[in-house]
Each structure stands twice: as structure tokens, then as C-alpha cells.
């Protein structure tokens, strides 16, 4: 992969227009015809590289056309970059990553004043406080989401004590974490919490000294060990949860060397208290079921069969309510609570008198 | 992103990257492991595809492919293991199964991007103080960096800048320089070196 100063785009490798992959095979096949690349977070950067801008002296057209996708906070020129003849080259800092993201998959490839726009990220115009905070926000932003996710979790299943003193956990981090937050706009437009931090968006962020960039500093400190002792009651919840999913899936069958024992660690830490959703819901259409079994929906007797335990229910009358649905509600209904005191003794004394008035 | 926009719900998702799995195990092409594998570590830059890539044990498909003689997928797996490497419960599974030895090798290779995302990486696997495991700041891990933050290459001396200042202390920095002084330290700088700006 070496590099040439002299050809177009090509003082950095990152720069050169990759041939589009025309060998995907057809499920993987995207919308657009892509080159084949990974982006991370080392790629991407605020300050973008416009090439081929045709040079008709439109700068702040192509500027504007930009601003669509956020606030820029510079550009120029890049007179000394190599470009094709009668075009231009242009540096665009965008305010904040996730605009740059945006209009460089906007603004890609489109025709402007005649000419194709070729955009790429350029992080190596970033100075070092700029690429740590970069880094950063990108590690609070993952923390955060993934802490938004595990607390939706972990509200579907059984509570516990951990809860309480988790939201008020929660509610901290993200009011310390809320300068922060205001540089993304989440790109999958998911319900994040800390949206209305972001949409205050403090005119901190406009200047150049962002306050949040020392509160960050510490962040990057404090951030994984706040996360790690927020996250210490999730992490399990979310492996157990992961876990028990895999005998519904096809895991990954690794021809080579991997270390089992790790796996089975992972499976084995999974807390009993907890039981993942699919196991509730089996739970309960299993009760459904039984239920069913039972045969009370037409009023039959609870059985024959059914053996006898606890002292023998009074005897109450049935009263014919001279019309056949109403009958049949009433009889569901005793029906129904002949069933829930056999589940639950302690209910009868009290509340079996007061049902039987209702019903009655 | 090189990545179509999110469409299908998150059941297809699953069926879609377990497809992708089964693909980069079965295909002898190059080529289209090449690409399975970017696919991947794209999809591992959003969080919200974590439970699945754990599940389908994608974490340790980043980690065995770092040991391929093919340097692209190098680069893409040690990318993949970057985008996703700042979550918690990713973090401790790579540390738990053995990344790190694996990552660290990736500082010595040729490719620009490859060094780039290894030493993100392990930024990302550090915690400042003494919560880190050592290995991250042995050193010559330490030692690398300081060579790296000589470089002419902008990226990668801003990154060697950052993680001697936050992740190494001091005196582990220091100790670093005088070794360096005495030994001819075998890790050298990628291959593509941008001239200076």
C-alpha cells in the first residue's frame, strides 16, 4: 500500500477512491455500489476532503450545499493538494462527527457545477486534544447507548433491589455525560434518553474552549470506572440473556483453536434469579395450557380426577340468572376463582365471602 | 459508512450476520472473505448489533483472524475489534479469552490502518490507573509508542501522543526513554508514511 505524492489523491492512502467491489455476492449486495472497506473511529473525522470540485470560483456554494448536514466551523482551500486540472480541492471542519458522517455519505459521489464531488475523512488534520476527544465521545456514546439498552432490558425482567439504586446511577451518568452527548445525534435514531440534553445543546459546545472537554478528560478516566460499577449488576443479565438465546441459534462453529473453557464461564455465571424473557413467556403459555387442560371454560366441574387438598369449600348455590350468557359469565367467573384459591389457600377466609357477593 | 442503511428489523438482522459468519467459515475465496469480514467489522462500529455479534461468537472470529497470513483481513479484524472494543461486556471478553498478546502483535505490522486500530484498541482496553492489565503498558508496548509519537505520520503520532500522556505514567515513560537509549528495538513503523504536513 504504498504512497505517491505525485498522482491524484494520493498523498494518503486513505484519500484514494477505491474501485467499487463488483463481486458481492447477491444477499449482501448493497443499495449503492460500495468499495470494500472498514470504517472506524480512527477513520472518521470532522474535517472532510472535498476533491474535484470544479474550480468556477462556487467555494461558498459548496460550502452552503455542506452546511445542509450540520454547522461547519472552517474550511478553505487546499492549494497545495495534488487535483486534477480545473478542479479544486477543499477542507471542510464540521462541527461535530456525526454531521461530518452525514454529508460525507450524502455528499459523496453527487455532481456539483458540472464536476463529481469525491469526499473523504481527513483525520489528519486533527490535533491531538481534537482526536482524544474524539475518542472519547465515541467511547461515552457507546457506554451510553449500551447502558440505555441494558436498562430497558432489565425492566422486562424480575426486579430487584439492584433497580433503585441503578436509575439513580443512570440519571448521574447522564447528566454528567450530557455536554458529551450533545456531538451525536445517534445515527440509528433510536429513543436515547439523553436526547433532550443534546437538543439544549449549551452554547459550550459553539466555543472553542468546550468546557466538556476538561469534564471529559476526567471522563475518560472516571467514564469506565462509573460505567464499570453501574454495568457490574447488567453484564450478566445480558450474557445470561445471550446465552440462553444460543440453543435457538446456530453459534459459530470455530475450525481452529479456541478456548472453550472461557465460553463455558460466561454461560455458567448466569444468575438463576433472572429468567430471560423467552422463558417467561414459555412460562406463562404453559400456565395458558394447563389452564385449558382443566376444562373450565364451559363450567365443567374441576374434576373427577383432581385430587382433594385443604378443607372442602362451601357449597354455594348456583343461581340461575334466567339468561344463558350471563350464566355463562357467572359460571366462568366462579369457575375461575375455584382455581385461584387452589393456587392460593391464604385468599379463601377473606376474599372468597366478598367474590361470592360479586357474583351473587 | 460502507454499510446500507438500517432497514429490516432486528430479526433479520441476526439472520442476516449469521449468514455472513457461515459465509467467511465455508468460502475459499479470498475475495469474499475479505469482504464478509469488512461487513462484519462495519457492523460492529453500531452498538446495537453487540448481542448479536456476542452471540454469534463474532468477537472471537476478529480474534483468530488476526493470526491470517492475508493482511487484509488483518486490518479489517483488528478494525472490526476496534469499532467494537469500548463496550464493556466486549472489552472482557477479549480480555478474558487471550486478545491481547494477538493485538499487541498488530503494532509490528506494515499496514498503516492495521497499527492505527491496534493501538486505538488498546487504548480502548486500558483503563487509566491501576484497574488496566499490565500487559498494556509493558514495555515494549510503551516503548513502541514512544517511537510512534516520533513519527512523520500524523494519525499515528497524535495516537502515541495520547496514550503515553493518558494510559502510561510518567516514570513508566520515562524508564522507557532510557531503555530505548541502550537496545536496538526490533518493532518498526508501518511501511506507508505520509510525508509531513
Known amino acids: 500500500m504504498a504512497s505517491s505524492g505525485g498522482e491524484l489523491g494520493g498523498v494518503f492512502d486513505h484519500h484514494v477512491q477505491r474501485a467499487v467491489c463488483d463481486t458481492r455476492a447477491k444477499y449482501r449486495e448493497g443499495r449503492r455500489p460500495r468499495a470494500v472497506r472498514v470504517y472506524t473511529i480512527n477513520l472518521e473525522s470532522r474535517y472532510l476532503l472535498i476533491q474535484g470540485v470544479p474550480a468556477v470560483g462556487a467555494m461558498k456554494e459548496l460550502v452552503e450545499r455542506f452546511a445542509l448536514y450540520g454547522a461547519i466551523e472552517q474550511y478553505n482551500p487546499l492549494d497545495e493538494y495534488p487535483a486534477e486540472d480545473f478542479t479544486e480541492v477543499y477542507l471542510i471542519k464540521f462541527m461535530n462527527l456525526q454531521s461530518a458522517r452525514t454529508a460525507k455519505r450524502k455528499m459523496d459521489e453527487q455532481s456539483f457545477f458540472g464536476g463529481l464531488l469525491h469526499v473523504c475523512y481527513a483525520p489528519e488534520f486533527e490535533t491531538v486534544e481534537e482526536t482524544r476527544k474524539k475518542l472519547q465521545e465515541r467511547k461515552a456514546y457507546i457506554t451510553r447507548t449500551t447502558k440505555n439498552k441494558d436498562h430497558h432490558m432489565t425492566k422486562k425482567k424480575l426486579v430487584t433491589e439492584l433497580k433503585d439504586t441503578k436509575d439513580f446511577r443512570q440519571d448521574f451518568h447522564s447528566r454528567t455525560s450530557g455536554p458529551c452527548a450533545a456531538t451525536l445525534n445517534t445515527s440509528t435514531g433510536n429513543s436515547d434518553p439523553c436526547l433532550p440534553y443534546s437538543c439544549e445543546l449549551p452554547l459550550c459546545y459553539f466555543s472553542s474552549k468546550c468546557p466538556c472537554s476538561s469534564g471529559e478528560h476526567m471522563g475518560w478516566a472516571s467514564d469506565s470506572s462509573w460505567s464499570g460499577r453501574n454495568r457490574a449488576g447488567t453484564v450478566e443479565h445480558c450474557m445470561h440473556n445471550d446465552s440462553s438465546q444460543k440453543i435457538q441459534m446456530k453459534p459459530f462453529k470455530n475450525s481452529l483453536a479456541c478456548p472453550g473453557a472461557q465460553k463455558a464461564t460466561t454461560s455458567s455465571e448466569a444468575v438463576d434469579r433472572f429468567m430471560p424473557r423467552t422463558t417467561q413467556l414459555q412460562e406463562r403459555k404453559r400456565r395458558r395450557e394447563d389452564d385449558r387442560k382443566v376444562g373450565t371454560f364451559l363450567g365443567t366441574s374441576t374434576s373427577s380426577n383432581a385430587v382433594m387438598i385443604g378443607p372442602l369449600l362451601p357449597h354455594i348455590p348456583k343461581v340461575d340468572m334466567h339468561d344463558d350468557s350471563l350464566n355463562t359469565t357467572a359460571n366462568l367467573i366462579r369457575n375461575k376463582l375455584q382455581e385461584v384459591f387452589h393456587l392460593c389457600p391464604n385468599l379463601q377466609k377473606t376474599s372468597w365471602k366478598m367474590c361470592v357477593q360479586v357474583v351473587h | ?197
Open chain 2, 1 to 197: 459508512m460502507a454499510q446500507k442503511p438500517k432497514v429490516d428489523p432486528h430479526v433479520g438482522r441476526l439472520g442476516y450476520l449469521q449468514a455472513l459468519v457461515t459465509e467467511f467459515q465455508e468460502t475459499e475465496s479470498q475475495d469474499a472473505k475479505e469482504q464478509v469480514l469488512a461487513n462484519l467489522a462495519n457492523f460492529a462500529y453500531d452498538p446495537s448489533n453487540y448481542p448479536y455479534l456476542r452471540q454469534l461468537q463474532v468477537l472471537d472470529l476478529f480474534l483468530d483472524s488476526l493470526s491470517e497470513e492475508n493482511e487484509t483481513l488483518v486490518e479489517f479484524a483488528i478494525g472490526g475489534l476496534c469499532n467494537l472494543c469500548p463496550d464493556r461486556a466486549n472489552k472482557e471478553h477479549i480480555l478474558q479469552t487471550g486478545g491481547i498478546p494477538l493485538i499487541i502483535n498488530c503494532l509490528s505490522s506494515p499496514n498503516e490502518e492495521t497499527v492505527l486500530s491496534a493501538v486505538t484498541t488498546i487504548m480502548y482496553l486500558s483503563s487509566p490507573g491501576s484497574g488496566s492489565p499490565p500487559e498494556l503498558t509493558a514495555m515494549p508496548v510503551v516503548q513502541c509508542m514512544l517511537r510512534f509519537s516520533l513519527s512523520a505520520n500524523t494519525r499515528l503520532r497524535n495516537l502515541a501522543q495520547i496514550f503515553l500522556e493518558d494510559f502510561c505514567s510518567p516514570s513508566q515513560v520515562a524508564e522507557a526513554r532510557t531503555w530505548q537509549a541502550h537496545s536496538a528495538l526490533g518493532i518498526p513503523l508501518p511501511r506507508t508514511e505520509a510525508p509531513q504536513q
